[in-house]
């Protein structure tokens, strides 16, 4: 089983940057995929970027793509999610994900089965 624990989020103005990480516990993190998501009030959760355990594929959601990257250092059981050019649209709860077989293609939250808490974003104008 893993726990995720996300960290990083704030208040920060429109074209800025943040970088979200989402520490793990486990020792079998590197087995897992990694993913991002958010939720903004009156939303869904969305998906925004995911990555295999061997950082070999990396999938983004379109409205992301660009101005986000997301990356993990095994050794410190971490995942990290470093978003610049941040637009107010961006803001939401942004929750990390973790899944023993889920893809990079896997965009619908209910295929990953382990989650953090979430930690906010808010983009001003």
């Known amino acids: 089983q893993v726990q995720l624990v996300e960290s990083g989020g704030g208040l920060v103005q429109a074209g800025g940057s943040l970088r979200l990480s989402c520490a793990a516990s486990?020792?079998?993190?590197?087995?897992?995929?990694m993913g991002w998501f958010r939720q903004a009030p009156g939303k869904e959760r969305e998906f925004v970027a995911a990555?295999?355990?061997?950082?070999?594929?990396?999938n983004y959601a379109d409205s992301v793509k660009g101005r986000f990257t997301i990356s993990r250092d095994n050794a410190k059981l971490t995942v990290y999610l470093q978003m610049n050019i941040l637009k107010p649209e961006d803001t939401a709860v942004y929750y990390c994900?973790?899944?023993?077989?889920?893809?990079?293609?896997?965009?619908?939250?209910?295929?990953?089965?382990?989650w953090g808490q979430g930690t906010q974003v808010t983009v001003s104008a």
């Open positions: 994900a973790a899944d023993p077989t889920a893809s990079t293609r896997s965009t619908s939250s209910d295929q990953w089965k382990y």
């Open positions: 486990g020792r079998a993190f590197s087995t897992y995929n």
């Open positions: 990555i295999t355990w061997t950082s070999v594929v990396i």
